[in-house]
């Protein structure tokens, strides 16, 4: 087993100032956001002035929601630039904003991959699952790759179609699927279909379009063996990652390969981070990462 890095590769306009004390302070365009980091349980490193000079703090309620305190103007939905991709920025009341900075290093390297076999005359199909706002699914796309783009929020699958049309991607061979992740799985392999690449980020808990709930400790193991039957013979990569306590790079790493990809040529795990400005690095996930 490799071990590859899991830091963030640049995000234009994006930048991790500071962290600790279970919080992160990032500049995400010309805002400055103070976000819940419960990982952080070092020491803040930034004076008070800099962490006062944000324009807006996100509150967690206890039953898992929040709000934002907002201090000085903050518009609605704003743009940041991820290499030639143009995402959107929206503060949401979960203190999510659109982006998963930790998830740049491993999508530019399997983007990579992408494009030298395309290069070589062969398709890839890739299945991106809990796929977000489609940072992933348009690296991928713009490497060459056709794209199944699933999430069970009808809201954060119509912000990737925004996002791809801020990027110039709409036009790319990209399905976009508002569907619980494992009955979606369930028809393409009774329909026999195949993906050269497959990726996965599954939340802890979570709950489908029919209330259908998810678990990630009973339910992670069932989605893996579902995606066996959907791995074509012929596979570039599978990526795991989460960001559950108690889920290591190991603990992935282990799931990855006795269930869905028992022999690859290569598995990498790593710990997924960003670094900040004094070069500290803040740990966001761990992931598994099986190549051929």
Not at 253 to 282: C, H, I, Q, W, Y
Request: hydrophobic content about 40%; some cysteine.
């Amino acid at each position: 087993m490799s071990a590859t890095p899991g830091k963030s590769s640049p995000l234009v306009g994006y930048q991790l100032l500071d962290s600790g004390e279970g919080r992160k302070l990032e500049r995400i365009g010309p805002y400055i956001l103070d976000r819940q980091a419960p990982q952080a349980i070092w020491p803040k490193r930034g004076d008070k002035s800099l962490w006062a000079s944000a324009h807006g703090v996100h509150h967690r309620s206890d039953d898992g929601g929040g709000h934002w305190k907002f201090q000085k103007a903050v518009p609605d939905e704003w743009t940041v630039s991820w290499e030639s991709l143009q995402l959107s920025i929206r503060p949401t009341p979960f203190g999510h904003i659109g982006i998963f900075p930790e998830h740049g290093a491993p999508a530019r390297t399997l983007a990579d991959r992408i494009q030298r076999r395309v290069e070589s005359g062969r398709p890839v199909s890739v299945l991106n699952l809990f796929a977000y706002t489609g940072a992933s699914t348009l690296t991928f796309a713009r490497a060459g790759a056709s794209c199944v783009h699933v999430d069970a929020a009808h809201g954060v699958v119509a912000w990737a179609r925004e996002n791809a049309a801020l990027s110039g991607l709409a036009d790319r061979p990209i399905r976009w699927i508002v569907d619980d992740c494992r009955e979606f799985v369930e028809r393409e392999a009774k329909r026999g279909r195949t993906f050269h690449g497959i990726l996965l980020d599954p939340p802890t808990y979570g709950r489908g379009q029919k209330k259908q709930v998810w678990d990630i400790a009973t339910d992670l193991t069932p989605l893996l063996q579902l995606l066996k039957k959907v791995l074509d013979p012929d596979p570039l990569f599978c990526l795991l990652s989460a960001h559950t306590p108690g889920y290591s790079p190991l603990t992935l790493a282990n799931l990855l390969t006795d269930v869905l990809a028992p022999s690859p040529k290569d598995l990498r795990s790593f710990e997924m981070s960003v670094d900040d400005e004094r070069g500290r690095a803040l740990p966001s996930g761990a992931a598994a990462l099986a190549l051929w």
